[in-house]
């Protein structure tokens, strides 16, 4: 992979800077209680100039989570050689292990704060959804793109997503990290033992790399970054 030139650098120092700004704003107003403006005066940036790096308000707040659209549908292809939802099973559990805050299982102070201000705002919490849909959509064309990979990518997500709120939502209930570890490992691995089980045989086989195509493959629509 190249490196990124000169402008990437400074556009993606822009969306970091931008963004870490807006949200510490809303956490200590709420979401509702700060203005685009606001985040725009604050940022020392035009509002038109904020609007072309985030389209919508919400997308301040979500761009922290941005990089993980599509990170089970990636995870499937980079584990070639092994089944779909092995190779899922084993890059969460070793997200607990790291205490990836998507897992949920990470108990800093920083990280329950985002957390509660995603999940307890409307609004970022639809467009949350939207991110899941793409990303449920990415897998489902890596599975196959048929209705059996459709079917296996919604159950797929949904696992990732209860899995991830219920260590949130012990954690922020007071809980120490240390002590769920145990039984975050155990529930995951009993989800993604029953998910194995009950998809058909064709998805539960280890996967192999694409053979080339001859045809150029045409952009993939729901960028939102």
Request: aromatic share 6%; net charge neutral.
């Amino acid at each position: 992979m190249s490196t990124p030139g000169l402008r990437e650098r400074k556009k993606q120092r822009m969306y970091e800077t931008v963004s870490d700004i807006a949200v510490r704003l809303f956490l200590e107003k709420g979401f509702d209680a700060v203005s685009v403006a606001e985040v725009a005066a604050a940022a020392e940036i035009s509002k038109p100039t904020l609007f072309r790096y985030f389209p919508a308000k919400e997308d301040l707040v979500l761009y922290r989570i941005a990089d993980h659209e599509g990170e089970a549908a990636r995870v499937v292809t980079e584990g070639s050689g092994t089944a779909p939802v092995e190779a899922l099973r084993r890059h969460f559990v070793e997200g607990l292990e790291r205490g990836d805050p998507v897992t949920g299982l990470n108990g800093h102070p920083d990280v329950l704060a985002f957390h509660a201000l995603l999940y307890g705002t409307p609004s970022l919490v639809a467009r949350a959804h939207a991110h899941q849909e793409r990303s449920e959509a990415a897998l489902a064309d890596v599975l196959g793109g048929d209705l059996d990979a459709r079917l296996a990518a919604g159950q797929i997500m949904a696992v990732l997503r209860v899995l991830a709120l219920e260590n949130w939502r012990r954690i922020a209930a007071g809980e120490r990290v240390a002590d769920v570890r145990p039984d975050a490992v155990a529930a995951a691995e009993r989800a993604f033992g029953r998910l194995a089980a009950g998809l058909p045989p064709h998805l539960q086989r280890p996967s192999h790399p694409a053979r080339p195509s001859h045809q150029s493959c045409p952009p993939q629509p729901g960028e939102t970054r």
